[in-house]
T-cell receptor, first 112, second 116 residues
Framework: DGGITQSPKYLFRKEGQNVTLSCEQN?????MYWYRQDPGQGLRLIYY???????QKGDIAEGYSVSREKKESFPLTVTSAQKNPTAFYLC???????????FGPGTRLTVL | QQQVKQSPQSLIVQKGGISIINCAYE??????FPWYQQFPGKGPALLIA?????SEKKEGRFTISFNKSAKQFSLHIMDSQPGDSATYFC???????????????FGKGTKLSVIP
C-alpha cells in the first residue's frame, strides 16, 4: 500500500520531556510537511522540506525541530521549549510539481 | 493575519439538503484552492480543488464556486447525507520560491453535521 504512516497514533509525555513523532512515506514524494491542529484553529504549518538535508520553518516553528536524512522520512521533535505541545500533529507529502498534499493519519500528543 | 477566512464555524443540515461553506482570501497570488474533508481522529483528505481560471467545478455531489473578483470561493454539497458529517477545510496555495513545492494556507474549518 502506498501512503503516509505516522506513529504512534497516541503519545503521552511528561512536561519538560522532548518527544519525536515519526512520519514515513512511500509515495516517492520530494516535499514533506508537518502541521499542528488545535480545535477551531485549522492546520498550521510547523516545518516543511523540499529535499533531503534541507528544511524550512513554517508559521509556528518555535519549540520544534525536524530532520530530513532520507527522502522517505521526516521526523518531528517537540522540545521542552514548546509551551503548549498538546495537539494533533499531521504529516503530509507532495510532489514538487503539484499542489496536492497527502496527509497521514496523525499523532495525538498529550503532555501531562 | 489570517489569509483564508472560513465560515460558518459549524453547520447543521437536514438529510437531502444543501450544505454551503464559504471562504475568502486576501492574497491575489494564490493559484490553487482545495477543499479537504476530515473525519474525527483521521488526517484530512482532498475532496475537490479549483484553479482561478475556472468559475465552477463539480464532482458528484460536491461543487466549488469561485469568484475571483470577490476573492471568495465556496463548497456546495448537494443532497447532503449523514456520512458527509465531518470537518471541512478550505485552503489556498502559492508556489514557494525556488524548488517548486507548495505551501497550503488553511481556513479554520467548518464542522458539518447532517441530521436524518
Amino acid at each position: 500500500d502506498g501512503g503516509i504512516t505516522q506513529s504512534p497514533k497516541y503519545l503521552f509525555r511528561k512536561e519538560g520531556q522532548n518527544v519525536t513523532l515519526s512520519c514515513e512515506q512511500n509515495l516517492n514524494h520530494d516535499a514533506m510537511y508537518w502541521y499542528r491542529q488545535d480545535p477551531g484553529q485549522g492546520l498550521r504549518l510547523i516545518y516543511y522540506s523540499q529535499i533531503v538535508n534541507d528544511f524550512q520553518k513554517g508559521d509556528i516553528a518555535e519549540g520544534y525541530s525536524v530532520s530530513r536524512e532520507k527522502k522517505e522520512s521526516f521526523p518531528l521533535t517537540v522540545t521542552s521549549a514548546q509551551k503548549n505541545p498538546t495537539a494533533f500533529y499531521l504529516c503530509a507529502s507532495s510532489t514538487l510539481s503539484s499542489n496536492e498534499q497527502f496527509f497521514g493519519p496523525g499523532t495525538r500528543l498529550t503532555v501531562l | 493575519q489570517q489569509q483564508v477566512k472560513q465560515s460558518p464555524q459549524s453547520l447543521i443540515v437536514q438529510k437531502g439538503g444543501i450544505s454551503i461553506i464559504n471562504c475568502a482570501y486576501e492574497n491575489t497570488a494564490f493559484d490553487y484552492f482545495p477543499w479537504y474533508q476530515q473525519f474525527p481522529g483521521k488526517g484530512p483528505a482532498l475532496l475537490i480543488a479549483i484553479r482561478p481560471d475556472v468559475s465552477e467545478k463539480k464532482e458528484g455531489r460536491f461543487t466549488i464556486s469561485f469568484n475571483k473578483s470577490a476573492k471568495q470561493f465556496s463548497l456546495h454539497i448537494m443532497d447532503s447525507q449523514p456520512g458527509d458529517s465531518a470537518t471541512y477545510f478550505c485552503a489556498a496555495s502559492i508556489e514557494n520560491s525556488g524548488a517548486g513545492s507548495y505551501q497550503l494556507t488553511f481556513g479554520k474549518g467548518t464542522k458539518l453535521s447532517v441530521i436524518p
